[in-house]
């Protein structure tokens, strides 16, 4: 098996691998690091979780480790686009823990906050210039930076980068960067359309493609209740009160549909917090610290945190509403059973999203179980369906992911969501989850972990109390 120590990188970048506990590279790492590490470019493809963002962070700062050179005022060495400000964070992060023994400047640009403290770090030049597309160019357009020096630009979950939505954005960045550059593209999803206007900006690039595109992880149980629209606020709080939900995830289509469930499950006695593109940066970052520690054992949020969000231990995710777009579904599910760990998703699937469901069957090439849901709730299935809330586009006309996401100049679009709220009993696929899992929730929650002896997933099914949950105890 390999290990980082064959792979070529440098002393303090193996030192800082070392530190964080790691010695053998996932599959995307070990295939990408010594192509990297040549200096060619790569087009990464990898399910989500399975380490893209050290595949590219480890190489680059071993190659900036060559030439210690300082960078100019207002200038930055390497380039890292993100979609959304969470991840553009969490890249950071990561950046700073592999350059601990080399302590590279680094500067994070995002919108959702004031740009005076970005100014300022920018104006010393930075190794690492972390950023949102709508604020790199405010900044590009005031002098703040310039990309004149940049050698190597990621671009990280390229397909929702290169969603048309972003692409003006995109075009305008690239072509302020020099023509003699290293350029990377990472997703975990990499559709045709995608891959063609990807190839605009690589040259001669190698494509590592560790898993077929868009199949969820294979540790991840999921399954579908095909169940009114009416009656999934009741639901969705039968289902996060079971005692096995350490720490789950609920997904909705809209900024306005991810408030009106954290005041229902509130109502329920279940602490959540929200985060989505209407909230300020510190807002998001106090419900995402508040989902780490497990204040808040729930975290509503739209697709704008399906790729943003890594955090350890998250047992279960939950389609409140159906993604329209596909792909969407895969980064979603991929927030569970990370890093070799179990999880359970469940999609809560509406009359008018029955076509969605059939569109992600149709791209992870798997069908989903159908579980019953509680009496006099299921959809009638023999009724016409409704027109989903939007129609998905393709080639040129797609719906963009949900949330804001970069902020500045180029915000993602979302509509749908919601719903009424009238009692569901717990009958059919559902177990009674009379017991105990509201208690906790009901003083605030209790603090997600991992759970013992099953790499905090689902518990197994002979030890599932009768307030637990998953597709096997149903």
Known sequence: MTQFTELGLAEPVLKAITAEGYTTPTPIQAQAIPVLLKGQDVVGIAQTGT?????????????????????????????????????????ADSVRAYGSHMRPSVAV???????????????????????????????????????????AVVLDEADQMMDLGFMPAIRKVMAAVPMKRQTLLFSATMPKPIRALADDFLRNPVEIAVTPESRPVERIEQAVYMIKGNAKPAFLSELLSADDM???????????????????????????????????????????????????????????????????????????????????YVHRIGRTARAG??????????????????????????SISR????????????????????????????????????????????????????????QGGKPNSSGGGNG??????????????????????AARSRGSWSPASS
């Open 51 to 91: 380490g893209k963002t050290a595949a590219f962070v480890l190489p680059l700062l071993s190659l900036l480790a060559t030439k210690p050179s300082r960078p100019a005022p207002r200038t930055a060495r390497v380039l890292i686009l993100a979609p959304t400000r969470e991840l553009a964070a969490q890249i």
């Open 109 to 151: 640009v995002v919108g959702g906050v004031k740009p005076g403290a970005q100014i300022k770090a920018m104006s010393r030049g930075v190794d690492f210039l972390i950023a949102t597309p709508g604020r790199l160019l405010d900044h590009m357009d005031t002098k703040a930076i310039s990309l004149a020096d940049t050698t």
């Open 246 to 328: 350490d720490r789950a995830i609920v997904f909705t289509r809209t900024k306005h549909g991810a408030d009106k469930v954290v005041k229902h499950l509130a109502n329920d006695g279940l602490y959540a917090e929200a985060i989505h593109g209407n909230k300020s940066q510190n807002q998001r970052i106090r419900a995402l610290d508040a989902f780490k520690s497990g204040k808040a054992p729930i975290l509503v949020a739209t697709d704008i945190a399906a790729r943003g969000i890594d955090v350890d231990g998250v047992s279960h995710v939950i389609n409140f509403d159906m993604p329209n777009i596909s792909e969407s």
């Open 341 to 366: 760990k179990t999880g359970i998703a469940i999609s809560l699937v509406g009359n008018d999203e029955r076509a969605y469901l059939r569109d992600i069957e149709k791209l992870t090439g798997k």
């Open 371 to 426: 579980l019953d849901p509680p009496a006099g709730t299921a959809l009638d299935l023999s009724q016409p369906e409704e027109e989903g809330p939007h129609k998905q586009q393709r080639n040129g006309g797609r719906s963009r992911p949900g949330g804001g996401g970069g902020g500045g100049r180029s915000h993602a679009r979302s509509g749908g969501g919601g719903g009424g709220k009238p009692r569901a009993h717990s």
């Open 440 to 461: 906790g929730r009901k003083q605030g929650g209790k603090p997600g972990g991992q759970r013992s002896g099953n790499g905090g997933g689902a518990t197994p099914a």
